[in-house]
């Protein structure tokens, strides 16, 4: 996909959706540190039917740390892998609260330094919570980005590169949600919509889905 592609495909995805937004609910940096833990390998909706009622009661460190991993689990337990997800959210806490005063820090390093944090995972925080030009590739960037020929690449640190090079500086902002609602919503894994897409033009999919077409697997 060459620059003037690129330029319009997220032109077509900005028309679209001007003010893309995570669809974790959160109301501070903490709170969207502790969805994205809890949404290691679970949907959003799973995770914030859980968070509603969790950060009603406890939406700071030491507020989660005083509530305990067992006071916790009732509010996550419907969320896969909630046992280590709880064990990770109280040394979170424990954490944040001995070395950084309880607050989550604009730095990649002591973001990853966190029980659970990843490199993703603090790409999202820095990106959404602060407002960095960061690309969290999760497994939907990941399909999109090789599927369309916007950012091909074996693994996901190859495609995290090619994006932040081959977006253009004015999208590079909201790319990451714009790409993953993409993905989720349209460019799915194995029926993609392709007949729906409003970036199908600009498209390489070589196996597109509609009229006289076949259905790709990818």
């Known amino acids: 996909m060459n620059l003037a ?12 959706n001007p003010h893309p937004e995570t ?9 969207l540190l502790i969805a994205v833990l809890l949404s290691a390998q679970a949907t959003d909706i799973s995770v914030n039917k ?4 969790l950060f009603k009661i406890a939406n700071t460190p030491q507020a989660l740390l005083d509530l305990g991993e067992e006071g916790v689990k009732p509010y996550i337990q ?20 001995d070395h950084h005063d309880g607050e ?37 960037i990941f399909r999109v980005s090789n599927r369309t020929g916007l950012a091909p690449g074996k693994d996901v ?29 349209t ?14 033009p600009l498209c390489g999919f070589k196996q597109k889905t509609g009229k006289g077409k076949v259905r790709g697997d990818i």
């Not at 592609?5 to 679209?16: I, P, S, W």
């Not at 892998?81 to 424990?94: A, D, P, Y």
Request: proline letters at 4%.
């Open 5 to 16: 592609n690129r330029h319009a495909f997220f032109e077509q995805l900005k028309a679209n």
């Open 23 to 31: 669809e974790l609910e959160y109301s501070s940096p903490f709170e």
């Open 50 to 53: 859980g968070t509603r009622q």
């Open 78 to 97: 419907h969320i896969g892998l909630f046992n280590s997800k709880g064990r990770h959210i109280q040394e979170t806490c424990r954490l944040l609260l």
């Open 104 to 140: 989550v820090l604009q730095d990649r390093k002591a973001l990853e330094a966190l029980p659970g944090v990843g490199r993703k995972t603090a790409n999202v925080i820095l990106n959404t919570a602060f407002g960095h030009p960061t690309m969290a590739v999760d497994t939907h």
């Open 157 to 185: 640190v190859k495609v995290e590169e090619q994006l932040l090079k081959r977006i253009p500086k004015e999208f590079l902002q909201d790319a990451h949600h714009w790409l993953i609602l993409h993905g989720r919503y």
């Open 187 to 200: 460019c799915k894994a194995r029926n993609p919509e392709c007949e729906q897409c409003i970036v199908e």
